[in-house]
């Protein structure tokens, strides 16, 4: 009976280092790894253990965060995502930054090609939020960027905000071998340059106005005795909400914008009949999450639904 009962017991600490320690291990490897690479090419790179940013991103789980030095990206924060049984690598690299101007920060890069057997790489354009302008109007970095996909067409790159970590994401494509994570130096300096772009245009957008995108008349708690008419608004940077109590929600914070009661209509008439309840779900200054619900109608829920989600694109669910 004793060797039973050591055999189990054997057997479940096997399994403990099968399915936790070894998993751990590899993960440290990984990010040992890059963090070698970015050594060898002259730039002083450290290991951050069980770190915040590790969080930041939702393409895939964390096998460790390296902290490079002296650069426009602070922070590089290793994945590995398993789609059907099979392991696929990402790289996210963090640029920190304070106050974001939320979608204004979002951009992706696409690729123009020509050819039909031999498929070469003839162009790239930004696309997304102002920060795409800035990024199509550097010409050094359009110039190395092609020379870097002429050695490698598969490279992808979007850039997406993370206000709530405080810092702006850029992503780069899925490899299927944790080698294929180690970038070339040059292919580095662009991403770095990117990194340093990203700072000088929140400046820029941050000392602008803010643009009003859509205005509504909206009814608060309208099936109590303190319903009362506001106004909503939704700019660049803020939902407000013009109220005897005054609510002023960072558009970075929505995370979703729900609309019930809703009909599709072909036109503004028959949706201005029609009443929604509109819930929007936001974090506070102390990041817990609070929700506002208010009705308006449907034509003016329909657009503020979609105002959200193209203003923060990534954020903004439904």
């Not at 920190?96 to 039909?116: N, T």
């Not at 990041?287 to 979609?306: C, I, P, W």
Request: hydrophobic residues 40%.
């Amino acid at each position: 009976m004793d060797l039973v009962i050591i055999i189990i017991f054997v057997f479940i600490v096997g399994m403990i280092a099968i399915n936790v320690i070894l998993p751990r291990r590899a993960g440290k490897k990984s990010a040992d790894r890059l963090c070698a690479h970015f050594l060898s090419l002259g730039m002083p790179a450290s290991i951050l253990e069980k770190h915040p940013l590790q969080k930041v991103s939702t393409r895939g789980k964390s096998l460790g965060l390296v902290q490079v030095a002296e650069k426009n990206i602070g922070y590089v924060n290793v994945l590995k995502y398993i789609d059907e049984g099979i392991a696929y690598y990402c790289l996210d690299y963090l640029v920190p930054l304070e106050d974001i101007p939320s979608g204004l920060c979002w951009a992706k890069l696409h690729i123009k090609k020509r050819g039909v057997l031999r498929r070469e790489v003839v162009d790239i354009e930004w696309t997304g939020g102002t920060l795409a302008d800035t990024l199509n109007g550097d010409l050094t970095l359009k110039q190395n960027l092609l020379m870097e996909f002429w050695r490698n067409d598969r490279l992808d790159i979007e850039i997406a905000p993370e206000p709530v970590y405080r810092c702006v994401r850029i992503e780069t494509e899925y490899v299927r071998k944790e080698a294929e994570l180690c970038l070339s130096a040059g292919m580095f300096d662009c991403l770095d340059r990117i990194a340093g772009l990203i700072p000088k245009h929140v400046i820029e957008v941050n000392s602008r106005p803010e643009e009003v995108l859509m205005e509504a008349k909206v009814e608060i708690n309208p099936r109590s005795k303190d319903a009362e008419i506001a106004d909503c608004c939704v700019t660049d940077r803020h939902v407000l909400l013009k109220s005897r109590e005054p609510l002023e929600i960072p558009l970075y914070t929505v995370e979703k914008c729900y609309v019930s009661m809703s009909l599709p209509s072909f036109g503004t008439g028959m949706a201005e009949v029609i009443r929604s309840t509109v819930t929007l779900t936001y974090r506070d200054e102390s990041g817990h999450r609070q929700k506002m619900e208010f009705e308006t109608s449907a034509y003016d829920a329909g657009v503020l639904e979609n105002t959200l989600s193209r203003s923060y694109p990534r954020g903004i669910t439904r």
